[in-house]
């Protein structure tokens, strides 16, 4: 449920790139709606539960397709009043929900004010090297090409969009594969003046298990959105 008239709004991405959009007790997204924000779920392009044609819909077409649905997240959110124009931010979990979430805001800056990465990718090409057989075939469905190109796919990753992202939080856990990405996105972004925090859980991987840790990270994003938003 949205609070009537919140001003400030978060999209919400979930792990993926083929997510399934369900009803469920999220800590995130029931923290976020304590703190007065309007929170929606997105059923981005590629994910699961809205028909074949709907699951396709990404492939070939992630930094388009599925970021366009982000921006349409916005605009409902701005047009139902649930928030103001320029105070929507998105958060992504995984490292396809923290890329998507990187690449709306890339995409659309003025209508995605600040993006809040949690474990994703930064740079896909580096993240096909790490990834496991089914990270490498869901990456080179969802660009459209085979790994033979890499300015290509780095300027479809959110390290091809330095000097266009302005506020960026990026949390990823210490054995997490996708974390020196982060760290070059981190410098890159303070070389430009952005606003970016980098967030390293000592001890955890991909996946932020620990019961204080995991508080820790919804205060993090919490945080960061009143900041930036």
Known sequence: PHPPRARRGVIIVEEGPHGRVAPRFDPLAQALVVQGYSVLVSAYAGSLGQGRAHERAGDGRWARAATADLR???????????????????????????????????????????????????????????????????????????????????????AGAVGILGAALLVHGERDPQLPQARALADALERTGAAVKLVVYPGEDATIRSRKNRADLIRQVIDFFTKRL
């Open 72 to 158: 349409d997240g916005a605009a409902y959110l701005v047009r139902e009043a649930f928030a103001a124009p320029g105070r929507v931010g998105v958060v992504g979990r995984g490292w396809f929900g923290g890329y998507l979430a990187l690449m709306g805001e890339a995409s659309y800056p003025g209508v995605l004010r600040a993006a809040a990465s949690l474990g994703g990718a930064s740079d896909l090409w580096r993240a096909w090297e790490v990834g496991d057989a089914e990270t490498r075939a869901s990456i080179e469905r969802g660009l459209g090409m085979k790994r033979s190109r890499e300015a290509a796919w780095r300027a479809r990753s959110p």
